[in-house]
């Protein structure tokens, strides 16, 4: 209950900084801020590109909290993302199968891209203690670099060598049933992949000894190996599917927000999960409401832009100051803490007072 009130607190100061932000700068906060959320839920085809907006941050997110109750600080979802999205393009361009079994075949690959991308920091971190956060930097752009080479050279499209050939109807996670229900917005079959992947990625970690032994790892390592668990390997398997969950996010997005991917950028849905998982305090439950929060203020700043002429840096800031607050959950917990005993004081100071009249 504890970190739902910090998170909601988080919410609350960053919305409030903004509100600052904009007076500052000669706008209208409530005007602001109706725009903003107009922007992303006024009619069906707005509600349904903030949940695809949503989608790949879900998987992200879940990336990043994971590796956290892990006890691992997984910076590389960026690079496990592209090149898991990357895996299931090339998936999707070269096999001619029926569409249930190839979008299967293409979730598989971009979930084994994303763990072997993810496999070399969770090996480095096992066997040598090299410290994860450099390895994964190091790997996002091992990985930009990679895509940035084999995309051209592999998958080009017909007439650009910057991006790779779309995918056919039949190999994308679009749906017109969905776009339809949803005023023709690009909100796709990822999302109900990433509902299943937060039920599973919960059971894992609440109901399972997996989940236990690797959060055991997490709390303490040298107390989980005295008490026999198996520490190097729990590291390698806990980064391997923290790395396969952003490989799914990198299906969700290129296979379902977009049809091609292209070369020289790093997606920002990546670092976007750390803030995800601060803010959802690293429970699959509550990665998908914040990322689906963070999707509908990522599809509102412009509407506000447009609507008001508030620069989007200003939905930027707030988002900033969201993850500042959310990071620094200690001084949140202190602060609640604090205020639990200002309340408690006066109670109290009334208890001593009838004993020492009685």
Same mark, same amino acid.
């Given at each position: 209950?504890?970190?739902?009130?910090?998170?909601?607190?988080?919410?609350?100061?960053?919305?409030?900084?903004?509100?600052?932000?904009?007076?500052?700068?000669?706008?209208?906060?409530?005007?602001?801020?109706? @725009?903003? /959320?107009?922007? %992303? +839920?006024? !009619?069906?085809?707005?509600? $349904?590109?903030? =949940?695809?907006? &949503?989608?790949?941050?879900?998987?992200?997110?879940?990336?990043?909290? @994971?590796? /956290?109750?892990? %006890? +691992?600080? !997984?910076?590389?979802?960026? $690079?496990?993302? =592209?090149?898991? &999205?990357?895996?299931?393009?090339?998936?999707?361009?070269?096999?001619?199968?029926?569409?249930?079994?190839? +979008?299967?075949?293409?979730?598989?690959? $971009?979930?084994?891209?994303?763990?072997?991308?993810?496999?070399?920091?969770?090996?480095?971190?096992?066997?040598?203690?090299?410290?994860?956060?450099?390895?994964?930097?190091?790997?996002?752009?091992?990985?930009?670099?990679?895509?940035?080479?084999?995309?051209?050279?592999?998958?080009?499209?017909?007439?650009?060598?910057?991006?790779?050939?779309?995918?056919?109807?039949?190999?994308?996670?679009?749906?017109?049933?969905?776009?339809?229900?949803?005023?023709?917005?690009?909100?796709?079959?990822?999302?109900?992949?990433?509902?299943?992947?937060?039920?599973?990625?919960?059971?894992?970690?609440?109901?399972?000894?997996?989940?236990?032994?690797?959060?055991?790892?997490?709390?303490?390592?040298?107390?989980?190996?005295?008490?026999?668990?198996?520490?190097?390997?729990?590291?390698?398997?806990?980064?391997?599917?923290?790395?396969?969950?952003?490989?799914?996010?990198?299906?969700?997005?290129?296979?379902?927000?977009?049809?091609?991917?292209?070369?020289?950028?790093?997606?920002?849905?990546?670092?976007?999960?750390?803030?995800?998982?601060?803010?959802?305090?690293?429970?699959?439950?509550?990665?998908?409401?914040?990322?689906?929060?963070?999707?509908?203020?990522?599809?509102?700043?412009?509407?506000?832009?447009?609507?008001?002429?508030?620069?989007?840096?200003?939905?930027?800031?707030?988002?900033?100051?969201?993850?500042?607050?959310?990071?620094?959950?200690?001084?949140?917990?202190?602060?609640?803490?604090?205020?639990?005993?200002?309340?408690?004081?006066?109670?109290?100071?009334?208890?001593?007072?009838?004993?020492?009249?009685?």
């Amino acid at each position: 209950m504890r970190k739902i009130i910090i998170s909601l607190l988080a919410v609350l100061f960053g919305l409030l900084a903004g509100a600052l932000l904009m007076i500052l700068t000669g706008h209208q906060p409530m005007e602001g801020y109706r @725009f903003l /959320f107009e922007g %992303g +839920l006024k !009619n069906p085809e707005r509600i $349904g590109n903030t =949940l695809a907006t &949503g989608t790949p941050l879900i998987f992200t997110g879940l990336s990043v909290a @994971f590796a /956290f109750r892990t %006890g +691992l600080f !997984n910076i590389g979802a960026a $690079g496990q993302m =592209l090149f898991g &999205g990357f895996c299931a393009t090339a998936v999707g361009l070269n096999l001619d199968v029926s569409r249930p079994l190839l +979008l299967l075949l293409m979730i598989i690959a $971009g979930f084994l891209g994303g763990a072997c991308w993810a496999f070399i920091p969770g090996l480095l971190k096992a066997r040598f203690n090299v410290h994860e956060v450099v390895s994964t930097i190091m790997m996002n752009w091992i990985a930009y670099w990679t895509i940035y080479y084999a995309v051209p050279y592999y998958l080009k499209a017909e007439f650009l060598e910057t991006e790779s050939r779309p995918l056919p109807a039949h190999a994308s996670l679009q749906a017109p049933f969905l776009s339809d229900m949803f005023g023709g917005s690009y909100v796709n079959l990822g999302l109900f992949l990433a509902v299943i992947v937060v039920i599973v990625i919960s059971f894992i970690i609440n109901k399972t000894t997996l989940g236990y032994e690797l959060k055991a790892v997490g709390f303490n390592r040298h107390a989980a190996e005295y008490g026999g668990m198996p520490v190097k390997r729990s590291i390698i398997l806990s980064m391997v599917i923290s790395g396969g969950l952003a490989g799914l996010g990198g299906v969700a997005q290129y296979a379902g927000n977009s049809s091609n991917i292209q070369i020289g950028v790093l997606p920002t849905q990546g670092y976007d999960g750390i803030a995800v998982a601060l803010l959802g305090a690293n429970s699959p439950v509550g990665v998908l409401v914040s990322a689906l929060f963070f999707g509908l203020l990522y599809s509102g700043r412009g509407f506000m832009n447009a609507m008001t002429e508030i620069p989007p840096e200003i939905a930027d800031s707030i988002i900033a100051i969201i993850i500042y607050f959310a990071a620094t959950s200690v001084l949140m917990d202190r602060l609640i803490s604090w205020l639990k005993a200002r309340r408690r004081a006066p109670a109290d100071e009334r208890k001593l007072e009838r004993k020492e009249g009685g």
